[in-house]
């Protein structure tokens, strides 16, 4: 199958793979202030697709950081419908996942959330809490609607679920690089390489590797092995200390950089 029969997002990053690249994902909250032009901003600084957060009130997988910004978000009256809505109207020129939680999409309506997503022009979803025994119902809506399920890996899966894990996945794998919640580390876990060599020996989607990806060395690092990272709580750090996108773009940047130095 070439990278142009692929539905947006794997697509995108099996175009980079197959340049000799490593893909890099940034993630962004959605309905923050000024959060369309962030997204712009990321887009322009080298992303090969972006992860938009649909803030839920009890997003158990993140850390302080991206719970700071999803409550920012709420409060400002950001809901599943208004982010759909907005990422219709833009046209960054990368594709987009949105990662948010199960029960806000249980609510909301599998197939009509589906829908949704393809009406604004998102190809890919990441549900964390979503278990792998409990995703038929809505890996059937996705599916019917042409959108992908990004499926997570955590280092402690055991060999016969990661390959069940990566038959149900679309898009790529997340490897969650550490055992805990989101947010930035001082150095690279171990457990990062370890699981992205587990998943490389049994997928050819490709492999990216997020939780605890704080700088572009750690980035570099960790692309020894996957294909990609997906970053987080750094950026959106930065988005809540600078409301810059100039400096946000700045710092994506970097990691793009130090990804393409090898």
């Known amino acids: 199958m070439s990278a142009s029969d692929l539905l947006p ?21 959605g309905g923050l202030p000024g ?8 887009a322009s600084a080298g992303a ?3 992860e938009v957060g649909i803030p839920f009130s009890d997003p158990v997988m993140d850390g302080p950081i991206i719970q700071e910004s ?22 960054i020129g990368v594709p987009l996942a949105v990662m948010t939680y199960v029960n806000l999409v ?9 829908d949704s997503m393809v009406k604004a022009g998102v190809s890919a979803a990441i549900l964390p809490d979503m278990p792998l025994e409990e995703a038929g119902d809505w890996c059937g809506a996705a599916d019917a609607a042409g959108v992908q399920t990004v499926m997570l890996a955590a280092p402690t899966t055991p060999d016969e679920r990661l390959l069940r894990v990566v038959e ?10 550490l055992l805990g919640i989101t947010g930035e ?7 990062a390489k370890v699981i992205a060599k587990r998943l490389k020996d049994v997928t050819d989607l490709p492999v990216l590797v997020g939780v605890g990806i704080s700088t572009p060395e750690q980035a570099a690092e960790v692309c020894e092995v996957a294909d990609g990272v997906v970053v987080g709580s750094a ?13 946000v773009a700045d710092f994506v940047g970097s990691f793009r950089e130090a990804l393409d130095k090898g």
Do not use: H, N
């Open 35 to 42: 959060w369309e032009l962030m997204l712009e901003a990321v």
């Open 235 to 247: 950026i959106v750090r930065r988005v809540l200390e600078t409301g810059s996108p100039e400096s």
């Open 48 to 50: 090969d697709g972006i």
């Open 106 to 114: 249980y609510r909301f309506g599998y197939e009509r959330f589906a």
């Open 168 to 177: 149900r996945c679309g898009g790529f794998v997340y490897a969650v690089g």
């Open 9 to 29: 997002f794997q697509a995108s990053l099996e175009a980079r793979r197959s340049s000799g690249g490593k893909c890099l994902v940034p993630y962004l909250t």
């Open 70 to 91: 999803s409550e920012l978000a709420l409060a400002a009256g950001a809901t599943p419908p208004g982010i759909l809505d907005g990422l219709s109207r833009l046209d």
């Open 185 to 191: 580390r001082d150095s690279l876990a171990a457990s």
